[in-house]
């Protein structure tokens, strides 16, 4: 069974940087792809950025293009969503989600697998 764990999150002021880490077990995760969301209160759950763990080729909505970067470490089975020059609007709960395959997918629907989420609060 496919588990991911999120961790990283916290509160942070405007234009500042954080770190999010999404830990995957019980798969091998060479044929997976990893999605990050996110979910401000009151709004859907949208989508921030996406990889692949075989090549590590990307894909970031136009939101976050050029302030965040997600990358994989083989090794730890571990994916990371840097976020740079961060904005009150990002405020939201960040989960990262896995499903097995290798075609970009951007939709919530699409994916089998979710982590619990973590809290990212930046403030004006």
């Known amino acids: 069974q496919v588990q991911l764990v999120e961790s990283g999150g916290g509160l942070v002021q405007a234009g500042g940087s954080l770190r999010l880490s999404c830990a995957a077990s019980g798969g091998t995760f060479t044929s997976y792809v990893m999605g990050w969301f996110r979910q401000a209160p009151g709004k859907e759950r949208e989508f921030v950025a996406f990889i692949r763990w075989s090549g590590g080729s990307t894909y970031y909505a136009d939101s976050v293009k050029g302030r965040f970067t997600t990358s994989r470490d083989n090794a730890k089975n571990t994916v990371y969503l840097q976020m740079n020059s961060l904005k009150p609007e990002d405020t939201a709960v960040y989960y990262c989600?896995?499903?097995?395959?290798?075609?970009?997918?951007?939709?919530?629907?699409?994916?089998?697998?979710w982590g619990q989420g973590t809290q990212v609060t930046v403030s004006s």
């Open positions: 989600a896995s499903v097995k395959g290798l075609a970009l997918r951007v939709r919530v629907s699409e994916y089998d697998y």
